[in-house]
């Protein structure tokens, strides 16, 4: 079974500009999430989807942060423009679902570490 | 506020030693404790996982200890090998909401 793809791997980019961040999760996942792993911190929830419609923004800053998942499949994760502290390991992962039926085992994809100088 | 809070940040143990991290949560919502595992370049990997209904669960050398009213938990590592040598992040969910909150992780480093 494929696992969570997502790419770049890395991007670094000077503040003010803008990235944007792909994945692809496990075929048949329902639910994609996006987490921010700053260096020396556990991962932070920033969205989660279930097929395409938001479930959680509420972490999201979204004067700068947006993120879609159309047709319920691969996503898209944008930072415009980006801070300084927005460097960090930006992570996707997908689980099988489905909300209501108790925890699903959530696949973590290898992330995109981004740096912003 | 920091809902899951973990201890130690780092744990150097010797080969066969036993490791063990810990945590402590506040909400008492939350109804199901992941440990994930995570290498260098990689994402977090779940690696055992508890509910609160029942105090211990073991899964080969790595065991979940869990007490409901002082709302913490512990990962122990028996037998601890050099290929353990990662960061282990404790977390805490509310089953039916999916999303997982994380600890801020304890890196361990196991030597031969």
New interface residues.
């Given amino acids: 079974e494929a696992g969570v793809a997502q790419s770049p791997r890395y991007k670094i980019i000077e503040k003010r500009q803008s990235v944007a961040f792909w994945c692809n999760p496990i075929s048949g996942h329902a639910t994609l999430y996006w987490y921010q792993q700053i260096l020396g911190q556990g991962p932070k929830l920033l969205i989660q989807f279930q097929n395409n419609g938001v479930v959680d923004d509420s972490q999201l800053p979204k004067d700068r942060f947006s993120a879609e998942r159309l047709k319920g499949v691969d996503s898209t994760l944008k930072i415009q423009p980006a801070k300084l502290e927005d460097s960090a390991v930006y992570l996707c992962a997908s689980s099988l679902d489905l909300m209501g039926q108790g925890f699903n085992e959530q696949f973590f994809g290898p992330g995109t570490r981004l740096t912003v100088l | 506020q920091q809902q899951?809070k973990?201890s130690p940040q780092s744990l150097i143990v010797q080969k066969g030693g036993i490791s063990i991290i810990n945590c402590a949560y506040e909400n008492t919502a939350f109804d199901?404790f992941?440990w994930y595992q995570q290498f260098p370049?990689?994402?977090?990997?779940?690696l055992i996982?508890i509910r609160p209904d029942v105090s211990e669960k073991k899964e080969g050398r790595f065991t979940i200890s869990f007490n409901k009213s002082a709302k913490q938990f512990s990962l122990h590592i028996m037998d601890s090998q050099p290929g353990d040598s990662a960061t282990y992040?404790c977390?805490a969910?509310i089953?039916?909401?999916?999303?997982?909150?994380?600890?801020?992780?304890t890196t361990l480093t196991v030597k031969p």
């Fill in positions: 899951v973990q199901y992941p370049g990689k994402g977090p990997a779940l996982a992040f977390a969910s089953a039916n909401a999916g999303k997982s909150t994380f600890g801020d992780g």
